[in-house]
Structure formats: structure tokens, C-alpha cells
């Protein structure tokens, strides 16, 4: 039994959703695949997305090269450590941009080379975020926002959507229900409000 999540750095609700599925998968001994959506791809040729929003999901794109890089040369492994740095400095209280510095101090909290930082720069790597990226769409069945998740080899779901992460009970218990539904071919889409980050 595996669980996939294709995911934008750059997106707080996906923050939130790692979380949530590494704690649960973590409880089961199921490790978590990590796998690159690109918000900047997604929305190519889209002149309704704000500015700011192109400028932070051109960021992202700069650390999936470098989470494509590492993924790469170090593994899963290397990638989950990546992520969880990062994230803890741009979701986390300190609230900080996607850039460069959070690149490096990342890296080196997730105890892996400095020299990883240059692929932020190597537009080749775009090619394997796209194959990734196009992955997921294409698992989702229709174009989706980050995160998306696939439980085994059922379809994928956009979302789940989380605000915060769950206790861990109710985050078993999604994580349970969610894992149900996937299997069910012919179940679609459920949606309710959204709650404010927290």
C-alpha cells in the first residue's frame, strides 16, 4: 500500500496536507512518495493569475528544480527532509519568502550538499518537474491546484484541502476515509467552505 502526493512548495494548504499524510502514513509504516506539481506550469498562458502569484509560483519553481535535483542524486528520503525545511521557514511561524536563502539554509539543514543550490538555476530540470507534473494531471483526470494525492493505484484527488493539521485521530480517520473513497471508481468530488489558515 502506497500514498502519493504531488506537491507546490510554494502552497500553505499543501503544507498543511503533508503534514497530515506523512504523520498518518507514518503510523501505518507507509512511507509518503513525493512527487512535483508546478503551480507556474499550471497556469502557463493564464493572464487572470496575479502578479504576486506568478512571482511565488516562479520561486517554487526555482526550489522543485532543486527538489528535482535531489530526488535524483539522494532519494525520497533526501526529498522529505528537503521539503519539511523548507516549508518550516515558508508555512512555519517564521512566514518567510520562497527564495534563494531559504534554498540554502534548507539544504544544509537537511544535511545535503551546498552545490544543489546551482540547480535552482538549470532550466533542464524543468523537463523533470513537467513529466511529474504532468503525471499527477493526468492521475487527477482533470487540471488541478496542489495538492494532489493518490492512495495505491486508485485515481488521484485534488486536495485534500487542510487549514491546519488534524489531531491524530481525526487525521487517521481522514486518512482512512480518504483511502476508502479512492477506490470507489465512481466517486467525483466533495467540497465544503474553506476554513482560514491556522
Avoid at 534563494?100 to 537537511?110: F, G, I, Q, T
Amino acid at each position: 500500500m502506497s500514498v502519493t502526493i504531488w506537491f507546490d512548495p510554494s502552497c500553505p494548504y499543501t503544507w498543511r496536507t503533508s503534514r497530515w499524510l506523512r504523520a498518518a502514513a507514518g503510523r501505518r509504516d507507509e512511507k509518503v512518495v513525493w512527487r512535483f506539481l508546478s503551480l507556474a506550469v499550471l497556469n502557463e498562458g493564464n493572464d487572470d493569475v496575479p502578479e504576486r502569484y506568478r512571482l511565488s509560483h516562479q520561486r517554487a519553481l526555482a526550489a522543485l528544480r532543486v527538489l528535482a535535483a535531489v530526488d535524483g542524486r539522494h532519494g525520497q528520503d533526501a526529498v522529505d527532509r528537503l521539503y519539511s525545511a523548507i516549508g518550516e521557514r515558508v508555512h512555519g511561524p517564521a512566514d518567510r519568502y520562497l527564495d534563494r536563502d531559504v534554498l540554502v539554509e534548507s539544504l544544509a539543514e537537511a544535511g545535503l550538499p551546498a552545490e544543489l543550490i546551482d540547480a535552482a538555476d538549470d532550466a533542464s530540470l524543468d523537463a523533470v518537474v513537467r513529466e511529474s507534473h504532468d503525471a499527477g494531471q493526468q492521475r487527477v483526470g482533470t487540471p488541478s491546484g496542489s495538492p494532489v494525492v493518490a492512495f495505491d493505484d486508485h485515481p488521484a484527488f485534488f486536495g485534500p484541502v487542510l487549514s491546519s493539521v488534524p489531531a491524530d485521530a481525526d487525521a487517521d480517520q481522514a486518512f482512512e476515509g480518504l483511502r476508502l473513497l479512492s477506490g470507489v471508481r465512481e466517486f467525483s468530488e466533495v467540497k465544503r467552505a474553506r476554513d482560514p489558515l491556522s
